[in-house]
């Protein structure tokens, strides 16, 4: 059974930094790639960023580059978002997602930017 499930979520101050974390389970963590997505209230879920399964390959939303960073640990079948120079508009549930090829998903942990 796929588990994928985040944490690291919370308030933070503009300009702050957040890490999340999401602990895979149930499938083979070092042969897929990996995402992470974000739904903001009122607002599509939208792709944060990408880490293929040896991080050879990264791709992140222009609207995080520069700021976000994945990165993975396969011995500890874990994906990681570092949140540097968060903005307000970065408030939104964040999402892991692993596709086996189905779309598989955790329960989300919500991230508030707010003075």
């Known amino acids: 059974q796929v588990q994928l499930v985040e944490s690291g979520g919370g308030l933070v101050q503009p300009g702050g930094s957040l890490r999340l974390s999401c602990a895979a389970s149930?499938?083979?963590?070092?042969?897929?790639?990996m995402r992470w997505y974000r739904q903001a209230p009122g607002k599509e879920r939208e792709l944060v960023a990408y880490i293929s399964s040896a991080a050879s390959i990264i791709n992140y939303a222009d609207s995080v580059k520069g700021r976000f960073i994945i990165s993975r640990d396969n011995a500890k079948n874990t994906v990681y978002l570092q949140m540097n120079s968060l903005k307000p508009e970065d408030t939104a549930v964040y999402y892991c997602n692993a596709r086996l090829p189905n779309d598989h998903w955790g329960q989300g942990t919500q991230v508030t930017v707010s003075s």
């Open positions: 149930g499938f083979t963590f070092s042969s897929r790639g």
